[in-house]
């Protein structure tokens, strides 16, 4: 059997939460949804905020909460994923994309300052990939309104010390299946202060009670938030020993361009050769790999082009162009079990 890219690490512990929350005759939003999103407040030091049944929803919320709307243009990392893009459009806004550092998923700040500066940005999106985390001071130098997604830094600290959730005004953190922790789906959306909570109440309220994550959900993204730092032991354990083997091959894991911390949240190979070539070795060997940006903004736009575009948008986009073709996903997660990990090992060592 084929080792999955991604396993949620659910215990009997985290079912019996769940059960008790279903036996309790309030499976809808309620209890259950409040504390989810108080314990992880809590964590944070942030002032409030909701916990959405679907990652759109909540990242649709966070831009009207900040007042976005049509002709707002709103600056995002090329490679954050696609959802991004799609809401943006949603509400009649505009994509402003941004680069990355070239070999690394940070910012280009450079290129960032520049697109500011020929027109004012409205916000920007300051997404981390991969669990790579840069220096935020001149991103907040810019003065302009953040949307911070933590999914994959969540427990972690940027280049500059500053916590990963402590940046934004609005903060959202996934709880997906491939996520750090995972309610089954769904999106936490939380505020930076009175104000913010002020204006995602005002939004909010004409939602309909389908919009916000059922208890049954919130109950198992509760258990998870709070095995969190279990989790990190393991993923941190088993990161050290992924990244000794890609280096026995003449391949790299995706290193972050200086000392960044890196959240282990995944695993990533950026490649020497042929992407395709190393996914069909992988298949073969009985592991399960994904291209790490296919659900990129980068991808939908490519993949979407016409005519002269398809040749601008890799112009335009060097440094996640290249990306695009070299880093390739593997399976990290707390759940690993230990004939999983060295057969891992042993693949890792031998791609092509």
Known sequence: MA???VRPSIKRKDLDSVLTCMVSDQIATGVQNAEFVGEVLELLGLDGGL???DPATAIRVGLLSLGLGVGSRIGLPVFAPK????EILGVGAVPVFVDSVPGTPIVDIEYLRNVHEQEALGCFIAYSACGVSGNTEEIQGLGVPLI???TTVLGGRYEDGSAAGSIGNFVLIRTEAQDLITSGGGMLL??????????LQKVSEVLPDTAY???MNAALGKIQFRELGKFFERRIEFYRLFSQSVLRSHNQVLYTGGDEEVVPSSFVVKLKGSLQEVQGFCVKKGIETRATFEDSCYHWLSANAQGDDREDIPRTYPSCARLM???LSFPLYPSLGAKEVESLLKILAALP
């Open 3 to 5: 080792i999955p890219l």
């Open 51 to 53: 916990a959405f049944r």
């Open 83 to 86: 959802v991004y893009l799609l």
């Open 148 to 150: 911070e997604d933590i």
């Open 190 to 199: 939380l505020t930076k202060g009175k104000k913010e909570s002020k204006s």
């Open 213 to 215: 994550m059922a208890d």
């Open 325 to 327: 073709l070299q880093c």
